[in-house]
């Protein structure tokens, strides 16, 4: 049988490469006749996985990581009828059956069928269905006729993986924080966070056609970033703040659009700013953002933080100033990115070079090998997205 490797959660702080199980087309001990066997082509190091590898998640021993897949079919089950063996296919990260009644509504975020213990799921993460992750050299991807996005033709797909490689999660994602928050046309945007999906909301809010799009964040590489691609940045470890600061580039305290792009391991801005605040960017965002504006929040909040601050937080209890939301009329969008709803369309802006997301989140391509360095790297604030190339296949 073939071998396979794969990146392991071993205990906070430390992943680990072990050999792993060649997958099969099983789903326990059953044919998976839907399913399809990838040799992984890319698979990219996310935030969320971070959040697991620090210890801040009930994340199990052993997990292997990876929920960002792109890869080439080499088995395909009995019933698999649309993809065929060497297709080069994105691999959305919500798993999704494709018959419930949510995924019928596109909210494949939530799908009701692959996860016994909650609604949604996705590969390689904690409390999402058990699922063997893709940061690996090969995975099973179930229900492959519904799940996978193929690339119309493989030798344009490989010219820019770069690019093509954040359509399974970081893409798609900050997109949708953008669109749920109501970016249009000559909107003025402040995004929270300047990591990888921070930097990939504020490059779709260019794409929705946002007048400015104001990024914040603690970290001055990340800032750099930012602007190198057309933001106004704020930088968060001032003692002015944040409204004064938005107020400085727009001559007003306040946006139109705010997408918190952090989550619950948000630390406070100016003094604060070496001390976390889980509900830091939550309150931030009611007060910058206009009476009648929109908050989408594709930042990650947990129902179980066993690092919290107090134990309020270690449920995912936060201190949210509602009121003032309400008062000001706002609209928020929680929860996971239904990718499907959107990788179709943000893979013909790649390709028709409508959008360079390769360069504005500074893809930095690595081979498995070099995975655990990715993640320590990538854990004291790198302004870089590690791209994992566990076959050597992405051009140089």
Request: proline fraction near 5%.
């Amino acid at each position: 049988m073939a071998s396979n490797r794969g990146l392991a959660y071993i205990r906070p702080g430390v992943v680990e490469i072990q050999t792993i199980a060649f997958p099969e087309l099983a789903l326990g001990d059953r044919k998976c006749h839907h399913g399809v066997i990838l040799k992984i082509v890319s698979t990219n190091i996310c935030g969320s996985d971070q959040h697991m590898v620090r210890g801040r998640t009930t994340a199990p021993e052993g997990l292997i990581l990876g929920h960002e897949i792109t890869g080439q079919v080499i088995e395909k089950g009995r019933d698999v009828e649309f993809m065929a063996v060497g297709d080069l296919v994105s691999v959305p990260f919500n798993i999704a059956c494709g018959r419930c009644r949510n995924c019928k509504e596109q909210k494949t975020g939530i799908c009701l069928e692959v996860n016994d213990a909650r609604p949604g799921s996705a590969y390689g993460y904690v409390d999402m269905g058990g699922w063997i992750g893709g940061q690996a050299e090969y995975v099973m991807v179930p229900y492959a006729d519904f799940n996978l996005l193929k690339f119309p033709n493989a030798d344009q797909a490989m010219e820019k993986i770069r690019d093509l490689t954040l359509l399974s999660d970081i893409l798609p994602t900050g997109y949708h924080g953008a669109v749920s928050a109501g970016v249009k046309p000559g909107a003025i945007v402040y995004v929270a966070g300047a990591g990888p999906v921070g930097l990939a909301c504020a490059a779709s809010c260019h794409l929705l056609g946002a007048a400015v799009v104001i990024v914040g964040d603690l970290i001055p590489e990340r800032l750099a970033q930012a602007r190198s691609f057309g933001c106004e940045t704020v930088d968060l470890r001032k003692d002015a703040t944040l409204a004064d600061q938005i107020a400085a580039i727009v001559g007003v305290p306040e946006v139109d659009c705010t997408v918190d792009c952090v989550g619950f391991e948000a630390r406070g801005h100016g003094h604060s700013h070496d001390t976390e605040h889980p509900a830091t960017v939550l309150n931030a965002a009611m007060e910058v953002t206009r009476a009648g504006g929109g908050i989408g929040i594709p930042g990650l909040y947990v129902t179980g933080d066993p690092g919290a601050v107090d134990d309020n937080a270690k449920m995912g209890n936060l201190s949210i100033r509602i009121g003032l939301g309400w008062a000001k009329s706002h609209h928020f969008t929680t929860g996971q990115c239904p990718v499907m709803k959107y990788n179709y369309n943000l893979m013909q802006a790649i390709l028709y070079d409508k959008i360079k997301i390769a360069d504005a989140v500074n893809v930095q391509i690595i081979s498995l090998d070099n995975g655990p360095m990715g993640y320590q790297d990538f854990d004291k604030g790198a302004a870089k997205k590690y791209v994992i190339d566990p076959h050597g296949m992405v051009p140089a």
